[in-house]
């Protein structure tokens, strides 16, 4: 059996205590309501995969590595920040209250913007042409 690092995780720890404390600030401030598109979870969770493309991309190509900066801001802060058990809640809701052309255009939404979000956060970093 592996031994855990502390220090990793602890790293991991305080990423997703500042990602989650900024999700649930965002949540209070703009709840979604039922039947609507969740436009505040759709956002972070592009914003995130965006985050997470530049700041993997950029801590593994342009910095020195380390054993602690992905743990923190990679799986912390984005893994906090954007969720994959928010995105599936909101999903089953607007199916239970029978919105499945909604609920339907809102998992393609996500999953189309979100793997944009990651080439995008990417490209920023390689400063790369974008053809889509």
Not at 2 to 25: C, M, P, Q, V, Y
Not at 39 to 58: C, E, H, K, M
Not at 108 to 131: C, D, E, F, Q
């Amino acid at each position: 059996m592996l031994a855990a690092d502390r220090r990793e995780l602890g790293a991991i720890f305080a990423g997703g205590a500042i990602g989650a404390s900024l999700r649930t600030g965002l949540v209070e401030a703009a709840p979604t309501h039922t039947g609507h598109w969740p436009w505040l979870t759709f956002a972070v969770n592009i914003a995130g995969s965006l985050l997470l493309g530049y700041l993997v991309t950029r801590l593994q190509e342009r910095l020195p590595i380390t054993a602690y900066r992905r743990p923190l801001l990679g799986t912390g802060l984005c893994g906090a920040l954007t969720t994959f058990s928010t995105f599936q809640l909101e999903l089953l809701r607007l199916l239970d209250h029978g919105d499945d052309a909604l609920a339907l255009g809102y998992a393609a939404a996500s999953l189309a913007a979100g793997i944009a979000g990651l080439a995008l956060g990417t490209a920023l970093v390689r400063r790369a042409n974008l053809t889509w």
